[in-house]
């Protein structure tokens, strides 16, 4: 129980065969962006791509069953080929619809093939985000920590 | 939905969770693992409370919490759509970079002619 209520993140590893910077260019060039954004029965028709700290992002996924579904955020951290921080928001009507997530993705080569680590989080408001950013690990730490001493007293 | 992830992106009421999934506990006992007042708990539990997370007894004096499952359900189902569309996502992009390989053998085998 207490590890599900630590784990109201997203977390996903994945390993590409291809070098980070190929990666890294999937995510900031908008033409690459739009050939892979959205799950199989989506197809990514917009993406604007302002690619520098603080500069915005805009893109828009369409489906037959689904409609057209409009997402932005802005990037916060750019490190080429290592790292890349934005903001992640939906601007629908749907059941996410005003929550701003934090993505994190982490791009580490090994002989030519890239393990991505992508993790999402939920974040409070516009006031208070700024404070989280790299006050949030260390919480989160400190929160897994707990959740496990509980786990482990729980099942004990 | 939204004001239930946004109580939980908090990490002190994260905390307080985990801790009410070992079972019920007063504001007393919360409280005592943080380096925070007892307003503070107080206001924590409040907003836990509004967003269905947790309810808190009727003895006036102890008030003891207990975690809402329900609550949480809303969660899940949150996290499993976000799981399925980048994994989703993740799969074309890997059939995209398969495709990029293939065109780039393509050229070159086109610049050794």
């Known amino acids: 129980m207490s590890a599900r209520i630590a784990d109201d993140e997203l977390l996903i590893t994945r390993t590409f065969d291809a070098p980070a910077s190929l990666l890294f260019a999937l995510w900031s060039n908008p033409e690459h962006f739009k050939r892979w954004m959205g799950p199989g029965d989506f197809s990514c028709t917009e993406a604007e791509i302002n690619f520098r700290v603080g500069g915005t992002y805009r893109a828009m996924i369409r489906s037959a069953e689904h409609g057209d579904n409009w997402f932005g955020g802005i990037y916060r951290e750019i490190l080429a080929n290592k790292r890349l921080v934005f903001t992640f928001a939906w601007n629908n009507d749907g059941p996410s619809a005003g929550v701003e997530t934090l993505v994190t993705i982490t791009f580490q080569e090994h002989n030519g093939k890239t393990t991505q680590t992508f993790h999402q989080s939920p974040f409070l408001s516009v006031e208070r985000r700024d404070s989280h950013v790299g006050g949030w690990s260390s919480a989160f730490d400190k929160l897994a920590a707990y959740a496990a001493q509980i786990t482990k007293e729980f099942t004990a | ?113």
Request: glycine content about 4%.
């Open chain 2, 1 to 113: 939905m939204s004001f239930t992830l946004s109580a939980l992106a908090d990490p002190t009421r994260r905390a307080i969770l985990a801790r009410l999934a070992a079972g019920d506990a007063t504001v007393n006992e919360l409280a005592e693992p943080f380096d925070i007042s007892l307003p503070a708990v107080s206001r924590h539990l409040k907003v836990l409370e509004s967003a269905g997370l947790i309810s808190r007894g009727r003895d006036a004096q102890w008030r003891p919490c207990k975690l809402n499952t329900e609550g949480l359900k809303s969660v899940d189902d949150w996290l499993a759509r976000y799981r399925r569309f980048w994994t989703g996502s993740f799969d074309r992009m890997d059939s995209y970079i398969a495709e990029l390989k293939e065109q780039e053998k393509r050229d070159e085998r086109k610049n050794r002619r």
